[in-house]
């Protein structure tokens, strides 16, 4: 199994920054990749973006292009999330998630194995 645990979240003016941190624990050997996920009250779990453990390639959701940037310390075992440019409709709470396999979307939820407990981001306008 592993273990994730978000970090980070908070409240921040529009056009602010903030930084998430996931750090994995457990069966770390067995990651193929990770991705952030945000949710919305009264929306579906939407992807952010995501990178390949090994590699570091990265690929994000259309809407955080160009303002996200997801990066690993595989040292550390920690995924961050940097966020600028943050806009009110980026309020959400963040979800970390691991996924082992190669196979199936890396886009949707379905495709990770494994969630930390959301850490709330809250942009005011």
């Known amino acids: 199994q592993v273990q994730l645990v978000e970090s980070g979240g908070g409240l921040v003016q529009a056009g602010g920054s903030l930084r998430l941190s996931c750090a994995a624990s457990g069966s770390i050997f067995s990651i193929n990749a990770m991705g952030w996920f945000r949710q919305a009250p009264g929306k579906e779990r939407e992807f952010v973006a995501g990178i390949f453990w090994s590699g570091g390639s990265t690929y994000y959701g259309d809407s955080v292009k160009g303002r996200f940037t997801i990066s690993r310390d595989n040292a550390k075992n920690t995924v961050y999330l940097q966020m600028n440019s943050l806009k009110p409709e980026d309020t959400a709470v963040y979800y970390c998630?691991?996924?082992?396999?190669?196979?199936?979307?890396?886009?949707?939820?379905?495709?990770?194995?494994?969630w930390g407990q959301g850490t709330q981001v809250t942009v005011s306008s």
């Open positions: 998630a691991s996924r082992k396999g190669y196979s199936g979307s890396y886009y949707y939820t379905a495709g990770y194995d494994y």
